[in-house]
C-alpha cells in the first residue's frame, strides 16, 4: 500500500498517524462500547495484557444487549480493583475452539491471566455482582507450582494428611500436548475452587518426582486423595474442563487407586537395603543361637578336679600353688623315715666332766 503525504506539516503529520494506525491492529471502538478485536490478534494480545476479559460469540449476537451491559458496569466498578483489567468483546468462527472443546451455548466469556485464558461458567444468568467477584476471585492462576523439594511438603501425599486433595499435572517445557493442558488445567482449578487443589509439576526441574511416579510421557495426571493416587485416563483428544471436574467430585471411584508412591530418598533407600539385608540374615541369627544353646561336652578343668575332690573329702592345701601337684605332699607327709638329728654340744661337755 502506498500512501502519498502532500500539503502543509500539518497534512503530513496526520497521513503519518494515520499510517501508523492503519499498521497497528489496535482495538478499534463497537456501538456497543467495548473494544472489539479480531480473532487472528486475540491470543497476541492476551499475551501482552495482564488481564484480559473477551466476550467471544459467533455471529451477529443480535440478542446479546443484556451481556454487553453487564459487561459495561462491570469494566466501571472494577477500575481500581483490578489492576491492569481489560474488557473487550471479539466474533470468533467457534467458541468451541477457545473452551477446550466444551461446547457453550451461546457467547462465551473468556478471562486471560498471563495468556491463560478460563470461561465464565454462569453466563446464563449474568449479573455484575456475581461476575464482579468471580473476576475478583480470579485475578491471579489457582494452579500451583511443585518441584522436588515442595512437593511432599506441600501435598503430604504418602502421609494422607489433611492439606487436601491434590490434582497434579506433570508436563515438560517441549510438550505440546501440555501446553494445550494448560487452559483446560486452569479452568478446572477455577471451578473446583475451595474444593481441589491443582498444582503442575514441571519435570525439567524435578527428575526426583519423574523418577518416583515413572512418569514415561507427559502430560500425566494423577489425583492424590487420603494416602491414595489415581491416574485420569488421557485421550488422544486431550481432556475437557467438565471431565476434569466429574473425575475430582466422584469418578475417581471408577478407577483403582493405589498406596501413593514412597518418595525414593536416601534415607528410604537406605531403610530399603537394611530391610533387605535384615531379612536375609535373620534366619542364620535363629540357627546360629538354637546351636549356641545345644549342650556340649567339654573337657574338664583343674578347677573342676579341686572341686571334685572338695566334695569327696580329700584334705588339700590351699596355700600351695594350683601350679605343683598334690601328690608329693600326701607322701611326705604319711613318710615313717626317721630323722637323724645332731647331738647337742653342751651334752657332750658335760659327760667328759
Known amino acids: 500500500m502506498r500512501i502519498v503525504i502532500f500539503g502543509s506539516s500539518r497534512s503530513a503529520w496526520l497521513g503519518v498517524t494515520l499510517l501508523v494506525l492503519l499498521s497497528c491492529e489496535l482495538p478499534l471502538g463497537s456501538e456497543s462500547g467495548l473494544s472489539s478485536v479480531k480473532e487472528t490478534s486475540l ?18 449476537c443480535e440478542d446479546c444487549s443484556h451481556q454487553r451491559q453487564v459487561l459495561r458496569d462491570v469494566k466501571e466498578q472494577s477500575e481500581g480493583v483490578i489492576d491492569g483489567l481489560h474488557v473487550i468483546e471479539s466474533q470468533v468462527q467457534s467458541t468451541a475452539s477457545w473452551t477446550g472443546g466444551e461446547f457453550i451455548q451461546g457467547p462465551a466469556l473468556l478471562y486471560f491471566r498471563a495468556g491463560s ?40 501425599a504418602a502421609t494422607g494428611a489433611t492439606t487436601g486433595h491434590w490434582m497434579v499435572m506433570f508436563s515438560e517445557k517441549e510438550c505440546e500436548a501440555c501446553d494445550r493442558m494448560k ?48 491416574e485420569l485416563p488421557i485421550y488422544d483428544q486431550g481432556l475437557q474442563v467438565t471431565e476434569l471436574v466429574s473425575f475430582a467430585v466422584s469418578g475417581f471411584k471408577k478407577v483403582v487407586g493405589e498406596k501413593v508412591t514412597l518418595p525414593a530418598d536416601e534415607g528410604a533407600e537406605l531403610y530399603q537395603h537394611v530391610a533387605m539385608l535384615v531379612a536375609v540374615l535373620f534366619p542364620f541369627g535363629i540357627i546360629g543361637l538354637l546351636l549356641q544353646k545345644s549342650p556340649q561336652k567339654r573337657q574338664p578343668s583343674e578347677d573342676d578336679e579341686e572341686e571334685e575332690e572338695l566334695q569327696n573329702g580329700e584334705d588339700i592345701n590351699l596355700d600351695v ?7 608329693p605332699l600326701t607322701k611326705q607327709r604319711t613318710s615313717t623315715t626317721p630323722v637323724r638329728r645332731r647331738p647337742s654340744t653342751s651334752r657332750s661337755k658335760s659327760g667328759t666332766d
Open 43 to 60: 491470543l497476541s494480545l492476551a499475551k501482552q495484557k495482564k488481564r484480559l476479559l473477551v466476550f467471544a460469540y459467533s455471529g451477529d
Open 321 to 327: 600353688p594350683r601350679t605343683h601337684t598334690l601328690e
Open 117 to 156: 485464558p478460563i470461561i465464565y461458567d454462569g453466563v446464563a444468568d449474568w449479573d455484575s455482582d456475581t461476575l464482579g467477584m468471580w473476576l475478583t476471585t480470579n485475578q491471579d492462576s489457582m494452579v500451583l507450582s511443585l518441584d522436588d523439594e515442595t512437593f511432599e511438603h506441600d501435598t503430604q
Open 183 to 230: 487452559s483446560v488445567w486452569d479452568d478446572a482449578a477455577s471451578r473446583l475452587h475451595g474444593q481441589v487443589l491443582f498444582a503442575q509439576v514441571d519435570l525439567d526441574r524435578s527428575p526426583g518426582l519423574k523418577k518416583r511416579f515413572s512418569i514415561a510421557s507427559p502430560p500425566a495426571f494423577l489425583y492424590f486423595r487420603q494416602g491414595h493416587q489415581y
